[in-house]
């Protein structure tokens, strides 16, 4: 009989000891899965402000048209270059000329260096180690 309990306690103690390993592999796991939460949450904060920063930009470039065309569209009688052959063209002119300076502007402050660092890759595009 004395032999069935040592046998036993030592079977015991095996498991005892796999269920630590169990447990401290469980806890590793879930230490790295926070840590690829935390991964994916960056990434997608990252990517959704480089979205924001374009649309921003693009915003700011097309709102001097927007003032522009804002005012033409009030239909005053009084504005002579209505009644002007060329005032279409010299409007749309203007429009893209204040585009483009606007554009230059943002380039030589260094704003689409910001965004052309690289594109962030998505976490399921990426490449294992």
């Known amino acids: 009989m004395a032999s069935f309990f040592r046998s036993a306690e030592s079977e015991l103690r095996d ?3 796999d269920l630590s ?3 401290s592999d ?9 840590r690829l939460r935390e991964l994916y949450t960056s ?6 402000n480089r979205a924001l920063f374009l649309l921003t930009i693009s915003s700011t470039t097309v709102l001097p048209i927007q003032l522009l065309s804002g005012m033409y569209g009030m239909n ?3 504005m002579p270059e209505l ?4 005032s279409y063209f010299v409007f749309l002119g203007v429009s893209i000329f204040l585009c483009l300076l606007i554009f230059i502007w943002f380039a030589r402050r260094g ?3 910001i965004y052309s660092t ?12």
Do not use: K, Y
């Open 15 to 17: 498991t005892s000891d």
């Open 21 to 23: 390993t169990l447990v």
């Open 26 to 34: 469980v806890r590793g796991t879930i230490h790295v899965t926070e």
């Open 43 to 48: 990434l997608s904060n990252d990517m959704m």
């Open 76 to 78: 005053f009688a009084v």
């Open 83 to 86: 009644t002007w052959s060329g």
């Open 111 to 113: 704003f689409f260096a």
């Open 118 to 129: 690289g594109p962030v890759r998505r976490v399921q595009d990426s490449e294992g180690p």
